[in-house]
């Protein structure tokens, strides 16, 4: 089926049904979550991008993300492989 559409040369891309990579969500997310909380995946209904390439200078770059859905798993304060997961992650 049909996931996404482009029209690069004019600056949009639209994609449908997306899903993220976990590991930099970690790094996104570091101090902003819970510890405790592993994202475990992500994805969203739609992702679309705008960018005005003669004038991006002047005018933003718009994304739109629509229906994001995480997956997480909740670790127990005592986990101690978790914490050190997440202690390597942040140095």
Not at 48 to 76: D, F, M, T, Y
Request: some cysteine; proline content about 4%; glycine content about 4%.
């Amino acid at each position: 089926s049909d996931q996404g559409s482009s029209h690069l040369l004019a600056g949009e891309v639209e994609l449908r049904d997306a899903e993220f990579e976990v590991e930099p969500l970690h790094a996104l997310l570091a101090g902003h979550i819970p510890y405790t909380l592993e994202v475990l995946a992500a994805s969203c209904d739609s992702l679309r991008i705008q960018a005005p390439w003669s004038s991006l200078r002047s005018k933003p770059i718009r994304v739109e993300v629509g229906n994001v859905r995480l997956q997480v798993k909740v670790h127990s304060k005592d986990d101690a492989l978790w914490a050190n997961a997440v202690a390597e992650r942040t140095q």
